[in-house]
């Protein structure tokens, strides 16, 4: 069911604590490496509950300009063909995803970026459930074809990897000024019926192709990927979600993701 922007629910009030009307930045140039003395700055931020069944979540400005830029240099020349995982968990490439990714070391400002995707779940999500910051990117006719989050092969939801996956954020790191496409598409959601969404909503597209969020830079989109089923949490279909190819220009994305449990240290953010 798709909502327009509202008051939180009571299970979201922890978030609701961390979030007010405005979004505080730093206009200083950012370091090349994280310094010694660095602090996670002030943020603060509104949000648009966009789906409460299931959750989904809008966030401008979830990472401020400099972490942005920061996140863009310790990235560069890192990238690799990206994988997936197939039926028996294993990781391979495939023609259903062919950009670019890689894992971010923790460092402080990484370590900043961590810290605000636990506290927006509440105070209940430890860091030993994250798993290290992936950073994506994306350049011409370059996608991920509909896919989910959530596991469903069993050697990836072990106890060793916490379970399967039970929160995604995708964050819009960096965008070209000219990126044509590039946006994220929920083919399964409800197309939104305020015209206040069409800002971050491409509302040009059909209804039957579902929700596609336009790639802004610096804003992320969260959603809960499991559910309660009969015997216990599940992986909610409904968060099948696509990168769209783009047609021109080019994107950095991140994706930030919570297991349901600990992960093995080996494993975890911050391990390395």
Request: with cysteine.
């Amino acid at each position: 069911m798709v909502t327009k922007s509202a008051l939180l629910p009571a299970s979201l009030l922890a978030l609701s604590a961390l979030c007010s009307a405005s979004t505080s930045t730093s206009s200083s140039s950012p370091p090349q490496q994280p310094q010694q003395n660095y602090t996670c700055p002030e943020h603060l931020y509104n949000v648009q509950i966009f789906s409460e069944d299931p959750l989904i979540i809008y966030i401008p400005s979830f990472i401020t300009a400099e972490e942005a830029e920061h996140l863009q240099s310790i990235s560069d020349g890192r990238f690799s063909a990206s994988q997936v995982a197939d039926s028996s968990g294993q990781q391979q490439l495939a023609k259903t995803r062919n950009s670019q990714s890689t894992s971010l070391e923790s460092d402080r400002v990484v370590r900043c970026i961590e810290e605000r995707a636990l506290q927006f779940q509440g105070y209940d999500v430890k860091m030993e459930q994250l798993e290290p910051l992936q950073a994506v990117s994306y350049s011409l006719n370059q996608n991920y074809a509909p896919h989910t989050d959530w596991f469903t092969s069993a050697t990836q939801t072990t106890a060793e990897y916490g379970g399967n996956r039970a929160t995604s954020f995708f964050v819009y790191v960096a965008t070209s000024e000219d990126i044509v496409g590039g946006g994220t598409q929920f083919p399964l959601l409800d197309a939104p019926n305020n015209e206040k969404w069409c800002d971050v909503v491409n509302c040009d597209a059909g209804w039957d192709e579902g929700v596609t969020f336009r790639p802004i830079a610096r804003n992320a989109v969260f959603w809960k990927n499991l559910k309660k089923g009969a015997k216990g949490m599940v992986g909610d279909r409904r968060t099948l979600h696509a990168g769209l190819p783009v047609q021109r220009g080019s994107k950095l994305g991140m994706n930030i993701w919570t297991r349901e449990r600990e992960l093995d240290s080996k494993f975890r953010a911050g391990s390395a």
